[in-house]
């Protein structure tokens, strides 16, 4: 049974128009991840959500916003999208953020191709 | 700053042989390690940690903190071990979760 679900599997845009990617989760965790993985590249955390507290990392480009309308839902925007952003994009849960709470669990990621 | 490094991006045994997948870490602090393995179409998802001391699946990692390592084994490799494996550090104080690049594990019949 899936517990962290991406819709779609596949997404194409273009250049500049903008896309709004989807997570939702079954598990009722408290913390919701994007990530961001480009060919042959180690996935790479753009943001994420401790219930509604909205933690951003530094080198994560203003281009990219995420929202969190629900504990289940969790929403991947990227205003602009340029081409260097065609990626999979991979949405992960935790339990909580802390000792014994580590584990994530993925969904199975949206392609993301930008024309 | 490269804080996992996994040297091999590829790495093929074949069926029964020995496997080792290699991380090594940068990180300052008192390390937390894990394994993510994908398989094929399948979403990623955690194979161990190493505050587990766990066995999964026929694999061990074993923390060497001389040697900043976190090197993946299996004494005998199956084909259903084929996968794309990722280890990760977790970064103290704010939990974050950084993966290396991969390794694709081919094992051969």
């Known amino acids: 049974d899936a517990m962290v679900i991406q819709n779609p599997r596949y997404q194409v845009t273009q250049f500049g128009k903008p896309v709004t990617l989807s997570c939702s989760q079954t598990?009722?965790?408290?913390?919701m991840y994007w990530y961001q993985q480009k060919s042959s590249q180690a996935p790479k955390l753009l943001f994420h959500y401790y219930d509604k507290d909205f933690n951003n990392e530094a080198d994560t480009p203003d281009n990219f916003q995420s929202r969190r309308p629900n504990t289940s839902f969790c929403f991947l925007d990227i205003r602009s999208p340029g081409l260097g952003d065609a990626a999979m994009y991979l949405c992960?849960?935790?339990?909580?953020?802390?000792?014994?709470?580590?584990?994530?669990?993925f969904g199975s990621g949206t392609q993301l191709s930008v024309l | 700053a490269q804080r996992v490094t996994q040297p091999e991006k590829l790495l093929s045994v074949f069926k029964g042989a020995p496997v080792e997948l290699k991380c090594n870490y940068s990180y300052s602090g008192s390390p937390e390690l894990f394994w993510y393995v994908q398989y094929s179409r399948q979403r990623l998802q955690l194979l161990l940690r190493h505050i587990s001391r766990e066995s999964i699946k026929g694999f061990t990692a074993d923390l060497n903190k001389g040697e900043t390592s976190f090197h993946l084994k299996k004494p005998f490799a199956q084909e259903e071990d084929s996968a794309m494996y990722y280890c990760?550090?977790?970064?103290?104080?704010?939990?974050?979760?950084?993966f290396g690049k991969g390794t694709l594990l081919t094992v051969n019949p």
């Open positions: 990760a550090l977790l970064e103290g104080s704010n939990y974050k979760l950084t």
């Open positions: 992960a849960t935790s339990r909580d953020l802390g000792v014994g709470d580590e584990k994530l669990f």
């Open positions: 598990l009722n965790h408290n913390v």
